[in-house]
């Protein structure tokens, strides 16, 4: 069975990524179950550029199929930040609650038409043969005024959808999965592993 590495430790995010991926005949395996315990220093500028970092350590590594991702928050007035910075937002150690209450302070006395926001997740993923590629969801919103819920990790409570009169926080699992930034660039994810995995060619790193 062909292996399928997951740059994560996060046993919820491969619980996920398996299921996306239950129609391919892969072996989906964490960094630690391959024996990878190491934390990659995330030095780029944009989501995706963090994600194929990841995903180029984890291959040299192991030279197996490799997936890694990079997602975070970026508010319109903020001119995109937290953008790449998202879990660093309120320093190290911080928790979601410092994340939420810093940006809750720089959006005092913003109007509702201006909290305009958008969650992002870039995949990147390398094949066994070098060639890769890069996707990206965004799941588009506002920033709302006062944390509600308590479904959501994360900007969760703070990230309101109008369409559905509420926070991504409030929805239950199955209908956040089907509109979230993540379940959107998987399912990009699935749609180009169809297409490379037919491309006999391989493409220098």
Known sequence: M???IVATKN????????????EFQFEVLSMEEVGIDKNIEEHGSTFEENAMIKAKEVY???GEMVMADDSGLEVDYLDGAPGVYSSRFAGE??????????????????????RTARFVC???VILPDGRHFTV?????GYIDFEPRGSNGFGYDPLFYIPEYDMTIAQMPAEEK????????????????????LDMPQAKEL
Do not use: W, Y
Not at 136 to 140: A, F, M, N, R, S
């Open 136 to 140: 990206k969801g965004t799941c588009e």
């Open 93 to 114: 150690g911080a928790t979601d609650r410092d994340r939420n209450d810093k940006l809750l302070k720089l959006m005092l006395g913003v109007p509702f038409e201006k």
């Open 122 to 124: 870039a995949i990147a």
């Open 60 to 62: 040299k590594a192991t």
């Open 11 to 22: 046993k919820g995010k491969i619980k996920e990524i398996k299921e996306i991926l239950s």
């Open 2 to 4: 062909r292996k399928f």
């Open 177 to 196: 999965n089907s509109i979230s930034h993540r379940g959107k660039a998987l399912r990009l994810m699935v749609q180009q592993l169809k297409k490379h």
